[in-house]
């Protein structure tokens, strides 16, 4: 399945908006992206149009948590669909990961943060 990627900027936070399925055969699609337009130390992942997510994925979203937490940065993950929200569950990351229900909530939480 095709991955499509958008990216723009709000309140001052890098926002990738992914929709597809997100596995083994689209995450360096997504990987290459956030390296190319993640310059800063502060990013939103917006979930909402991914209806799957495998390991892969979710190695991912990890590795970019620990990335910009490294910077003193942070990762939010905006809107995940229930099957991505399970995998989350199911890996014990859900309280990791710094889930929000929109996007907007995202920038708000962490505008004010």
Do not use: N, Y
């Amino acid at each position: 399945m095709e991955l499509r990627v958008g990216s723009e900027v709000l309140s001052g936070w890098r926002v990738i908006a992914v929709a597809g399925e997100l596995d083994i055969d689209t995450v360096p699609l997504l990987a290459t992206r956030l390296d190319e337009d993640v310059t800063g130390d502060r990013a939103v992942l917006d979930l909402a149009e991914v209806t799957f997510m495998d390991s892969t994925g979710l190695a991912l979203l990890l590795d970019w948590h620990r990335r910009l937490g490294e910077k003193g940065g942070e990762l939010r993950i905006a809107a995940p669909q229930a099957p991505v929200m399970r995998l989350f569950t199911l890996a014990d990351v859900a309280d990791v990961l710094d889930v929000r229900g929109t996007v907007g909530e995202a920038c708000e939480a962490a505008a004010s943060s």
